[in-house]
């Protein structure tokens, strides 16, 4: 087992993804590029964290994990866009936002075990 796969964050992350591939797939009338952007993204936060694991060095771990934080901010603007849009209900927005927070809060936490350097 890898040691990335042994983290509550990156099995969050991993169901996110599935789910937000799944919505994707099954609302293909969605503009191209919304979809294209959104897949990026979520798939770069997994991709970022399951990478920082494998780093020697804690500034390289952070800027890995501050990547996949940044790629969660990315996603929910995409998302705050298509909300606004009509693209994507309520009931969705609500569902991947709040864990997109969980996920953000949990690399958080990973980032600032590295260092007392972040306060927000």
């Not at 009338?29 to 494998?54: G, H, I, R």
């Not at 990315?74 to 705050?80: K, R």
Request: aromatic letters at 12%; hydrophobic letters at 40%.
């Amino acid at each position: 087992m890898f040691d990335f796969e042994k983290l509550e964050v990156y099995q969050v992350t991993k169901a996110q993804n599935i789910d937000v591939l799944k919505f994707l797939f099954q609302h293909r009338d969605l503009n191209n590029d919304f979809v294209k952007n959104w897949e990026t993204a979520s798939m770069q936060t997994v991709l970022n964290l399951a990478e920082s694991t494998a780093r020697m060095t804690h500034p390289e771990k952070k800027q890995y994990l501050t990547n996949a934080r940044g790629n969660i901010n990315a996603c929910v603007a995409l998302m705050e866009l298509a909300k606004e849009m009509n693209w994507l209900n309520s009931e969705d927005f609500d569902r991947f936002y709040n864990r997109y927070e969980q996920m953000s809060k949990m690399m958080l936490g990973m980032i600032r075990s590295f260092s007392g350097e972040v306060r927000h």
